[in-house]
């Protein structure tokens, strides 16, 4: 009789449904008390997760937000783009309040880096943009874009790269080389010298070296032994770089099946996907939103959403865009992603208003249409369809039982859930850990 087979861990995806800021940290934050490993796939230092834990608050860039629990293992995957000195900015940060970063956290030898002239390349293309009236794409100007572009064209330096000093020189110069070209040509800037660059690079390397690891097979490797991973999602759904409102859209896929691809884990291993969702709806930066309200005028819904709120990015500092839930467009989400079940957050934000919109469709050229369109320039032209709701008065910040919820929030919540197509199965109710409502759990489900 062969041996009984070791159960296999189970594992959870997260990822944004909307233009991102959904509120991802906090909850990945939660689900890692049944998670043994979380994994970023993608994006670089340009999201940015706010954890509140115990009043305190901590804002992660590019470490997963798992790091905050101990004993957790941190996976940084393949398909993320690694700025070496801001990541050990982060990790020393970190450090500095105590925790221990270094001995968890795993960095894929095939992330493409980001380097001085991707960052010069991205910031100059933004005010060229600007300065010739075609309009900002609304970039972080971290060189993220770039970095990837370099990743496409099959001439990114890599963080393997790093282990092998002769052969990290000859791609610098060359790919130095083929930036100065763009830097001082097209985008009118200075070139930058190799030499600072490369030792900056080399006195970086010899700390990253031991975080260096093949992290797919060690996802695989833990979650055969029973392990429990969480896959954190940056960004949003509508920042797709395939699936947003291209152009305005950020240079990496953030929808749930790029956690296969950007990790190096089978499809197949991916067993539920939580959907973040505001019970209303944010944007930083530049492009399309059809719900959007104006938030600079007291006593407006907007300046309601973008106060109470407490609308600004993690990382950029800019204010958000508001405005009322958009259904039709999380409708596209859930169905790009897959998703098992919703996490509505920010549904306190909403208390006290005396009447809830939520977007349903659009009328575009004439035309009802019940999904968000896949042409930015059609969105653009999409006037929104309402249905409205009876708002309430009381508090529903740190509820943690559903039934307690005032009845018109679960009947605003109970008519997404319809919409969409898709079971909402937490609700958050404050940042705080402890602030959720758990209708099904993602770990249990």
């Given at each position: 009789?062969?041996?009984?087979?070791?159960?296999?861990?189970?594992?959870?995806?997260?990822?944004?449904?909307?233009?991102?800021?959904?509120?991802?940290?906090?909850?990945?934050?939660?689900?890692?008390?049944?998670?043994?490993?979380?994994?970023?796939?993608?994006?670089?230092?340009?999201?940015?997760?706010?954890?509140?834990?115990?009043?305190?608050?901590?804002?992660?860039?590019?470490?997963?937000?798992?790091?905050?629990?101990?004993?957790?293992?941190?996976?940084?995957?393949?398909?993320?783009?690694?700025?070496?000195?801001?990541?050990?900015?982060?990790?020393?940060?970190?450090?500095?309040?105590?925790?221990?970063?270094?001995?968890?956290?795993?960095?894929?030898?095939?992330?493409?880096?980001?380097?001085?002239?991707?960052?010069?390349?991205?910031?100059?293309?933004?005010?060229?943009?600007?300065?010739s009236g075609s309009g900002k794409i609304g970039t972080t100007g971290k060189g993220i874009g770039p970095a990837?572009?370099?990743?496409?064209?099959?001439?990114?330096?890599?963080?393997?790269?790093?282990?092998?000093?002769?052969?990290?020189?000859?791609?610098?110069?060359?790919?130095?080389?083929?930036?100065?070209?763009?830097?001082?040509?097209?985008?009118?800037?200075?070139?930058?010298?190799?030499?600072?660059?490369?030792?900056?690079?080399?006195?970086?390397?010899?700390?990253?070296?031991?975080?260096?690891?093949?992290?797919?097979?060690?996802?695989?490797?833990?979650?055969?032994?029973?392990?429990?991973?969480?896959?954190?999602?940056?960004?949003?759904?509508?920042?797709?770089?395939?699936?947003?409102?291209?152009?305005?859209?950020?240079?990496?896929?953030?929808?749930?099946?790029?956690?296969?691809?950007?990790?190096?884990?089978?499809?197949?291993?991916?067993?539920?996907?939580?959907?973040?969702?505001?019970?209303?709806?944010?944007?930083?930066?530049?492009?399309?939103?059809?719900?959007?309200?104006?938030?600079?005028?007291?006593?407006?819904?907007?300046?309601?959403?973008?106060?109470?709120?407490?609308?600004?990015?993690?990382?950029?500092?800019?204010?958000?865009?508001?405005?009322?839930?958009?259904?039709?467009?999380?409708?596209?989400?859930?169905?790009?992603?897959?998703?098992?079940?919703?996490?509505?957050?920010?549904?306190?934000?909403?208390?006290?208003?005396?009447?809830?919109?939520?977007?349903?469709?659009?009328?575009?050229?004439?035309?009802?249409?019940?999904?968000?369109?896949?042409?930015?320039?059609?969105?653009?032209?999409?006037?929104?369809?309402?249905?409205?709701?009876?708002?309430?008065?009381?508090?529903?910040?740190?509820?943690?039982?559903?039934?307690?919820?005032?009845?018109?929030?679960?009947?605003?919540?109970?008519?997404?859930?319809?919409?969409?197509?898709?079971?909402?199965?937490?609700?958050?109710?404050?940042?705080?850990?402890?602030?959720?409502?758990?209708?099904?759990?993602?770990?249990?489900?």
């Amino acid at each position: 009789m062969s041996a009984q087979a070791a159960p296999r861990g189970r594992n959870v995806v997260v990822v944004g449904t909307q233009w991102g800021d959904e509120g991802k940290g906090k909850v990945v934050d939660w689900l890692t008390d049944h998670a043994q490993g979380v994994v970023r796939f993608q994006g670089g230092h340009n999201a940015g997760h706010t954890l509140v834990i115990k009043g305190v608050k901590t804002a992660l860039q590019l470490i997963p937000s798992g790091i905050m629990r101990d004993g957790v293992a941190c996976y940084i995957g393949n398909g993320v783009v690694v700025d070496p000195t801001h990541l050990l900015g982060e990790i020393e940060r970190l450090e500095g309040i105590g925790l221990d970063v270094r001995s968890r956290l795993h960095l894929s030898e095939s992330c493409p880096l980001i380097l001085p002239f991707h960052v010069e390349v991205d910031r100059a293309r933004e005010a060229l943009r600007e300065s010739s009236g075609s309009g900002k794409i609304g970039t972080t100007g971290k060189g993220i874009g770039p970095a990837y572009e370099d990743k496409v064209a099959r001439r990114a330096l890599r963080v393997q790269d790093l282990k092998h000093p002769e052969r990290f020189a000859a791609k610098l110069r060359e790919l130095l080389d083929w930036h100065n070209v763009a830097l001082t040509g097209i985008l009118k800037s200075k070139p930058l010298e190799f030499q600072p660059m490369f030792d900056r690079a080399m006195a970086l390397a010899e700390q990253l070296r031991p975080m260096m690891a093949d992290v797919g097979y060690l996802i695989h490797q833990a979650h055969a032994a029973g392990q429990n991973i969480l896959f954190e999602g940056a960004q949003g759904t509508l920042l797709d770089i395939d699936h947003g409102t291209y152009p305005y859209v950020t240079s990496s896929n953030c929808v749930a099946g790029n956690a296969s691809a950007g990790s190096g884990v089978g499809p197949d291993q991916l067993h539920y996907i939580l959907g973040i969702t505001k019970a209303y709806t944010t944007r930083v930066g530049s492009g399309p939103f059809p719900t959007e309200l104006p938030i600079d005028a007291p006593g407006t819904v907007g300046h309601h959403l973008s106060t109470v709120g407490q609308e600004r990015g993690t990382v950029t500092g800019r204010a958000r865009r508001c405005g009322w839930l958009d259904a039709a467009a999380l409708k596209r989400s859930i169905i790009i992603n897959g998703i098992s079940g919703l996490c509505i957050t920010k549904l306190d934000v909403l208390d006290g208003l005396p009447e809830i919109l939520m977007g349903v469709g659009y009328e575009l050229h004439g035309r009802r249409v019940d999904i968000l369109p896949l042409d930015a320039d059609d969105i653009v032209a999409c006037r929104p369809i309402y249905e409205r709701f009876a708002g309430w008065s009381e508090s529903t910040a740190g509820i943690t039982d559903w039934d307690r919820l005032p009845a018109n929030a679960r009947a605003y919540l109970e008519r997404v859930q319809a919409f969409i197509g898709a079971p909402i199965d937490m609700v958050s109710t404050g940042p705080d850990r402890e602030h959720t409502i758990v209708l099904r759990h993602p770990y249990q489900a």
